[in-house]
């Protein structure tokens, strides 16, 4: 990439050298040991590769982007398609191990590995189809963000998309796929055509509007819960440039700015995503900082303009650029080895009592949090469209620490702090923001939840996948 553009993980730096282990619930049941001779009898059946403890590979292969999670699950199968996932699932019931799904290995609450188990890696599998002229494609789900959108350019062609360029679609699209084209096209899940999933039972099904709808129905926003997807099909649209880039304001303006960025929202437009922070993009100067992405340049001026004066900005990087680009302007690289502690939930308004703490009390190094704006298509949609629950207009919030090293315990409790007050106003969460938070499930799927519980009960009534927000069968 030729212009890396503002990324957000640029902005957070930490000088300490150890890394914080965290375990959920998930990992407490690491299964019973494996021999050697067992996991020699699956490597033989794969296409793809094995890897156990004491390979060479094991150690990187094992680590996922968030290093507060540092398991050590029993091996590690690189699939190369649904015949080894679905021989890798049988193993797994047949060993009475947990089993954790991978595709970017970008789960902020550490699911995609686990302790004495197996994680079915899909990393490999990045296969990518493109139909120029139906304006479709069909994607594994190792395929990540950034090499979709590369792909589907070459045709000029784009589907919405979440902003981190890492990330896998596997799990981006499964928890709903929150991004800048969002208003103008809904979810990533929104635009999900067909599947093909392998079920608890190996079984490898086809998903799509006149077979297995109710499957693809809990696919798309259901968070892995049905089965493991090992191929997603998307409707495309055309579009090549937009305007995109950032203004920031003095933290002294704070309050000011998010009250008028309050408003400003209100009128936003279908082709207007935007995004309001409160970081150090310098490790000193505490700024609010405001991110716009204009899916039509030929209206962007008119419309991004109340934008660019919600204070006395001190600069901006506003301006057309090609969509790659503009893409890499709202998104961030994950940098493995650093950790991350996030609180999120959904709030359809910017309370003035949030305002005022956030205001009162500036981000400490290393932290920094978010108000990302969804309206327009992702909304108008019902909220049993598909499992997504999430439409109403308001914003995802998130208040996040990350470091490389030892824990920063002053940025960790300021998150907990302002999301002490963010929770007052939260409605449901978006699934793919959830850190580790027992007893959150029911918000991440809200009034979907019981829909999606009878689809657990038809479709994995043993809750063989587990290590996920989990959805318990009905």
Avoid at 40 to 50: E, S
Avoid at 80 to 90: F, N, P, Q
Avoid at 161 to 172: F, N, P, R, Y
Avoid at 292 to 303: K, N
Wanted: proline content about 6%.
């Amino acid at each position: 990439m030729k212009q890396r553009g503002l990324h957000r993980r640029e902005f957070v730096k930490a000088a300490s050298l150890s890394v914080l282990a965290l375990a959920g619930p998930w990992a407490a049941n690491a299964g019973a040991a494996i021999d050697r001779s067992a996991l020699g009898k699956l490597a033989a059946k794969l296409r793809g590769r094995l890897i156990a403890p004491g390979d060479p590979d094991y150690n990187a292969a094992r680590r996922v982007w968030n290093a507060r999670f540092d398991r050590h699950p029993a091996a590690i199968a690189q699939c190369a398609g649904a015949d080894d996932v679905a021989r890798c699932i049988e193993f797994a019931r047949r060993n009475d191990i947990p089993a954790a799904v991978r595709s970017g290995g970008h789960s902020q609450a550490g699911l995609s590995v686990c302790d004495g188990g197996l994680v079915i890696d899909l990393s490999r599998m990045k296969r990518i189809e493109i139909d120029p002229t139906r304006r479709t494609a069909r994607a594994e789900p190792g395929v990540t963000r950034a090499e979709f959108d590369r792909e589907a350019q070459k045709h000029g062609l784009v589907t919405p998309m979440g902003q981190c360029q890492d990330v896998g679609l596997g799990g981006l699209v499964l928890g709903g796929g929150e991004g800048a084209l969002c208003p103008r096209y809904g979810a990533s899940c929104d635009n999900v055509l067909d599947s093909e999933i392998v079920l608890a039972d190996s079984r490898i099904l086809q998903a799509e509007a006149d077979r297995n709808p109710d499957l693809l129905w809990g696919i798309c926003g259901g968070a892995g819960n049905l089965g493991t997807v090992t191929r997603l099909g998307f409707q495309l649209y055309p579009l090549r440039e937009v305007v995109a880039g950032w203004v920031w304001y003095p933290f002294d303006q704070a309050r000011g700015v998010m009250r008028s960025y309050r408003e400003a929202s209100r009128a936003a437009p279908d082709d207007l995503f935007t995004e309001l922070c409160v970081q150090r993009p310098d490790d000193r100067d505490v700024m609010a900082t405001v991110f716009v992405f204009h899916s039509d340049p030929a209206r962007a001026a008119r419309d991004v303009e109340p934008f660019r004066k919600l204070g006395r900005p001190a600069r901006e990087s506003i301006k057309r650029r090609s969509y790659l680009d503009g893409q890499a302007a709202a998104g961030f690289p994950v940098w493995t080895g650093w950790s991350s502690y996030q609180r999120s939930g959904f709030l359809p308004a910017i309370t003035d009592e949030l305002i005022d703490a956030i205001a009162a009390e500036p981000s400490p190094q290393g932290s920094d949090l978010w108000f990302s704006h969804l309206h327009g298509a992702i909304s108008r949609h019902p909220i049993d469209f598909n499992a997504y629950h999430q439409r109403t207009p308001g914003f995802t919030f998130w208040a996040e620490a990350d470091w490389q090293g030892a824990e920063p315990r002053e940025a960790v409790e300021w998150v907990d702090r302002i999301w002490k007050v963010a929770a007052k106003a939260s409605d449901g969460v978006y699934v793919n923001m959830l850190d580790v938070e027992p007893g959150r499930e029911r918000e991440a799927y809200g009034a979907n939840y019981q829909r999606l519980a009878e689809l657990k009960k038809k479709y994995d009534p043993d809750n063989f996948f587990r290590m996920n927000v989990n959805v318990k069968p009905a």
